[in-house]
């Protein structure tokens, strides 16, 4: 089980914004998963809740991951920002997928570069 | 309200790194509220799950960041990394403190900086 964390590197955000989108993709997937997919949400929690942060290098490739990963029965949650610091309110940064079965996931984005 | 999350920068970890302990303390944070302290989660939540990103110099004012937090009563979560990737096991990274009122966590995290 992982849950995948997908980031755009053209905002130009520091590590902490970064970091606070991601979290914020991740604690909006646990409520998803508690709501929705439990089963996999406990399979995940039990094996230590891991994750892999990606990068894709803008909204497009975003929403290409997004999609896909909707096309492929996988939880998707996309962040957009509150706008309160560095960039504009609404600017879509980053998104999680899952957390599922790796081999559910590879396929989507297997061919993402880590962070 | 606000959940905070006080990362080392001690470490070396990259910026892929920190932001998958962060997502890993936010997360934490979150089951604990559900467990234990739902209203201040749930108006957190109505908010749009405010957090802020800050830093430290290493393991000893982690700890002691996260002892004044406990001594004020405030929810806490210390993570350690599993030692995965990059750093070794059992290494403590970051912790979360909240998601609680801002008046109760400024006299505790007032003084360190955004990461």
């Known amino acids: ?3 995948i964390l997908v980031v755009r590197t053209d905002l130009g955000m520091g590590r902490g914004k970064i970091a606070a989108q991601v979290a914020h993709a991740a604690v909006t997937a ?3 998963g508690l709501d929705r997919h439990r089963a996999d949400l406990a399979a995940w ?3 230590g809740q ?4 990606l990068r894709v290098s803008g909204a497009e490739q975003l929403q290409d991951v997004a999609d896909r990963a ?3 029965g996988l939880p998707v949650e996309v962040i957009c920002d509150a706008g309160r610091t560095q ?3 609404g600017t879509l940064t980053c998104c999680a ?3 599922a079965d790796a081999e559910r996931i ?3 984005t297997g061919e993402l570069s880590l962070l």
């Open 30 to 32: 646990t409520l998803a």
């Open 1 to 3: 089980m992982k849950l």
């Open 97 to 99: 997928i899952g957390p």
């Open 45 to 47: 929690l039990r094996e």
């Open 50 to 53: 891991p994750k892999v942060v």
């Open 70 to 72: 909707r096309q492929a």
């Open 87 to 89: 960039i504009s309110a």
């Open 106 to 108: 590879d396929p989507v």
